[in-house]
């Protein structure tokens, strides 16, 4: 491409309209990039119950499960490096966690509920360091035939760790 | 009788905030000059006042004093005193309270600066800063408060407040429940506040941006006064960034800095808006032009700001990083949506006034490239906002959360990353007004035919990812052009001023701080860069469990472990640390140390790394179990980290870079000399 001629006093029209086409150009495949991006790396984002709720259209697909570990199930083999959990569900809604008292009573809840549904975990690799009874648990993986999340990915947040209420035990001066 | 003080000087310093923004928007109104006087003294006056706050509230830390619930929730009695210092950012209502001091000090010194050439600007600045900080100092007068005491009701339930509630006794626990083990690490001493101080300095560029609107000055002179502020705004989120990355490198035992994760891009999102900002006033400043997007961008840099702490703290993102979760939202996106709508009316109101002084000509010109600078650097804001709201929408929409992760961010930013690494190389031969296709390839022809060296050295070596390739010679054409542009300095001075080459450099830096303070920073960036896509596409792992004398082999490395041995610590922690060779074509090079921090108290474990660092790549060992493996078996993860160090290379050359442009110029600093050697020639 030539030098862009102008005039004097400002932008040419068609100039301007090369500017406006350029910055358009770029704008459109910035969206194409985020829109095709999206679409090959979005997943499902569930609750345990959603899970469940999905059936056999749930199993063999890539996806994100929310739960509560329940501590007395987990399992570690080091020498394969094999660990195991379940997880019980949580409401994915902040206002019905908010509800039933924040999260980490919610969580104390629902792990006390015979009812509640658990999803049964195994995961190949290490065992987080945040992993225990009552961590919320993110675990990204796939639903396998027999009903056992195969995770690949977990990721750990303990609520009632911090910013909770001191507990009754301390002694009062 | 500390609490109470800590709280009420809070209480004071709301009020003098109040006070300050009123008395300034009155006294402009009514063109009361002593009003707006007084408004400029409460504002210095904010600053001492929550010093006070702060200071109590660290007092309480440091004693131990439990029955305050804020202390009792992030102290325990095992923590070291600097760690005790440090909780004071470490849960919501504190780390308030450390937001609202590091604004009053920022807004102090904006109050003590000399306001005789721009005092129409005045009132405006003390509104936005103090209307800012009356807001976060609120949270923690209302709602989050740090100083709220423990109080047990007769019928055993536990209430947090200032005062003693009816039928309530005080409640002193024996020890606190102690900060969350991840952050009791010297690592945590540095890198929030340096965030934090990235997000408030930022709000003065605003301040004078919005003052400029106000009072209808479009010319440059909000800019030339805030150009400093926002250099440092930035260096400090730089800084922030960067030593969140190393500090999970180090602590956090996955082998990565980044994880794409809400908070992080919380973060991310103002830098971003703050760079496109600081490129395109260049262009202001220069030509006059663009004035209308430099007032976007500041006002979306101070936006992104608030959003980013309010994503923080509303617990509305998953996050692994919301350490500090309240009820708090609903006041931060009102907060927000007022001063966005009232600084976009503004600026629709001055929309004509600020027309640019001049028009693009030339597609390549420098000032159509800082242009489509700021157009990728938008996209990679896009990019990030919309991965971080894509959740909320897509269950909003379908009812079906949706979540976008890692792979998404790295597709969708990779390509614009690259297009911003092409400008990098080419812009710094453009020049302002019009540029021609020839002029400018003839320009870097040298620079582009020397590059072609990086991914032909990479083919001979047999990579042939062509991403890799790409990125490569991206970097390095950005890197060749940036250093001639040194060169082609430095030799010009030599034959000008026949000076030694060396100093001809050091002399060109100097006189042009802001240029070659940017090419710095773009260096810190390839390099960068280059480290980043050293770990992301050559990063290699292995594991495996070893038994005492057994050896494990990555790469060219071959491990040998050695020993295990535990270590009772007095701060209620237990290491455990396995000692590993490590030998490189069968010659012992050195000796790593993995370990797992377990802590009684918290009843949690931390893994921490062991690391051997050469410039050319990282070894990084986690130890992962032991005991169940039977006596003395271990079991390890062994990551190779190629180029990693670059990057953090990157970041320090990224920092000195900003420091060199934000430096008082040569020309201020020698008209103050000139005024001095005048001064002391008069008898």
């Known amino acids: ?173 | 009788m500390i609490p109470n003080v800590g709280y009420f000087a809070s209480v004071f310093a709301f009020g003098v905030a109040l006070y300050a923004a009123v008395a300034a928007w009155y006294g402009s109104r009514k063109g009361k000059l002593a009003w707006v006087e007084s408004a400029r003294r409460a504002m210095v006056l904010t600053w001492p006042l929550t010093s006070i706050s702060v200071l109590a509230l660290i007092i309480l830390l440091v004693t131990g004093r439990y029955e305050i619930y804020y202390v009792a929730s992030v102290t325990s009695n095992s923590m070291p005193t600097y760690l005790k210092i440090t909780a004071l950012w470490g849960g919501q209502s504190g780390s308030l309270l450390f937001w609202s001091w590091l604004m009053a000090a920022f807004a102090s010194a904006a109050g003590l600066r000399k306001w005789d050439r721009d005092r129409e600007f005045l009132p405006w600045v003390a509104l936005v800063t103090m209307a800012t900080l009356a807001f976060f100092l609120s949270l923690t007068v209302f709602f989050e408060n740090p100083f709220a005491r423990i109080w047990q009701t007769a019928s055993g339930e536990q209430v947090y407040a200032l005062f003693q509630p009816a039928d309530a006794l005080l409640f002193v626990p024996y020890d606190g429940l102690g900060l969350n083990p991840l952050l009791r690490h010297p690592g945590m001493i540095i890198h929030p506040p340096m965030l934090y101080l990235g997000f408030v300095s930022f709000v003065i560029p605003y301040a004078f941006a919005i003052a400029a609107l106000q009072t209808g000055r479009s010319d440059d002179r909000w800019i030339r006064i805030t150009r400093r502020w926002t250099l440092v705004a930035w260096i400090f989120l730089t800084l922030g960034l960067i030593l969140g990355g190393r500090w999970a490198y180090d602590v956090l035992g996955w082998g990565g800095y980044w994880g794409w994760d809400p908070v992080e891009i919380s973060a991310l999102m103002p830098w971003l808006a703050g760079t496109a900002f600081l490129h395109s006033v260049v262009v202001q400043e220069k030509r006059g032009m663009l004035k209308h997007w430099n007032m976007v961008l500041v006002i979306l840099t101070y936006a992104l700001v608030i959003l980013g702490t309010f994503f923080t703290r509303s617990g509305l993102l998953s996050s692994v990083h919301a350490f500090a979760e309240s009820a708090i939202g609903p006041m931060f996106l009102a907060f927000i949506s007022i001063m966005s709508a009232a600084s976009l009316f503004l600026l629709i109101k001055r929309w004509d006034e600020l027309k640019g002084d001049e028009q693009l000509r030339s597609v390549l010109s420098r000032e159509s490239l800082f242009l489509i600078n700021n157009l990728l650097f938008m996209g990679i804001l896009v990019v990030c906002l919309w991965g971080v709201i894509f959740p909320l929408i897509s269950e909003l929409i379908t009812g079906t959360k949706l979540t976008i992760g890692e792979p998404f961010y790295e597709l969708a930013v990779g390509p614009l990353l690259a297009g911003l690494l092409l400008l990098m190389a080419i812009a710094p031969s453009s020049t302002y007004g019009r540029t021609s296709w020839r002029r400018l390839v003839f320009a870097i022809r040298i620079p582009f035919l020397l590059s072609l060296l990086a991914p032909s050295i990479f083919i001979i070596r047999g990579i042939f990812t062509w991403y890799a390739l790409l990125g490569y010679w991206l970097a390095t054409f950005a890197a060749l052009t940036t250093l001639s542009e040194f060169c082609r300095g430095a030799w010009a001075r030599r034959q000008r001023h026949g000076e030694s080459l060396l100093s001809a450099l050091g002399k060109l830096i100097v006189r042009n701080r802001r240029r070659y303070g940017g090419y710095l920073v773009h260096l810190g960036v390839v390099l960068l860069v280059v480290g980043i896509m050293g770990i992301e596409m050559f990063q290699t792992e292995t594991q495996g469990t070893l038994a005492l004398g057994e050896q494990i082999t990555i790469g060219r490395y071959v491990l040998i472990y050695d020993d295990l041995q535990h270590y009772p610590q007095e701060d209620v922690r237990l290491n455990t640390r396995a000692t590993l060779s490590v030998y490189r074509h069968g010659k012992l090079v050195d000796e790593v140390n993995p370990r797992v921090d377990y802590y009684y108290d918290a009843r949690q474990s931390m893994t921490i790394p062991g690391l051997r660092s050469t410039l050319l790549n990282d070894l990084y060992v986690i130890l992962w179990e032991w005991e169940s493996n039977g006596l003395e078996a271990a079991t390890f993860k062994v990551y190779h980290n190629p180029l990693v160090n670059f990057m953090w290379l990157g970041g320090v050359v990224f920092i000195l870079g900003t420091v060199v442009a934000a430096w008082p110029s040569h020309a201020s600093l020698g008209g103050r000399r000139s005024m001095l050697r005048k001064l002391e020639r008069q008898p």
């Open chain 1, 1 to 173: 491409m030539a030098e862009i001629t102008t005039n004097q006093e400002g932008m040419a029209p068609a100039n301007r309209m090369k500017f406006i086409l350029g910055g358009a150009l770029i704008a459109a495949a910035i969206l194409f990039l985020i829109i095709s991006s999206t679409i090959s790396t979005a997943q499902y984002f569930l609750t345990v119950e959603e899970l469940y709720a999905l059936g056999d259209e749930a199993i063999g697909r890539e996806l994100k499960v929310e739960g509560v570990v329940d501590g007395d199930t987990i399992e570690f083999d080091a020498n394969t490096l094999t660990l195991r959990f379940s997880v019980v569900h949580i409401p994915g809604d902040m206002n019905e966690i908010e509800r039933m008292g924040g999260l980490a009573e919610a969580a104390h809840q629902a792990l006390l509920d015979p009812e509640t549904l658990r999803l049964p975990v195994v995961i190949h690799g290490p065992k987080p360091d945040l992993l225990q009874d009552q961590a919320q648990a993110i675990i990204t993986g796939q639903l396998s035939l027999e009903g056992i999340f195969i995770g690949e990915e977990v990721l750990l947040k303990c609520p009632t760790r911090y910013e909770s209420e001191i507990p009754l035990q301390v002694e009062q001066e």
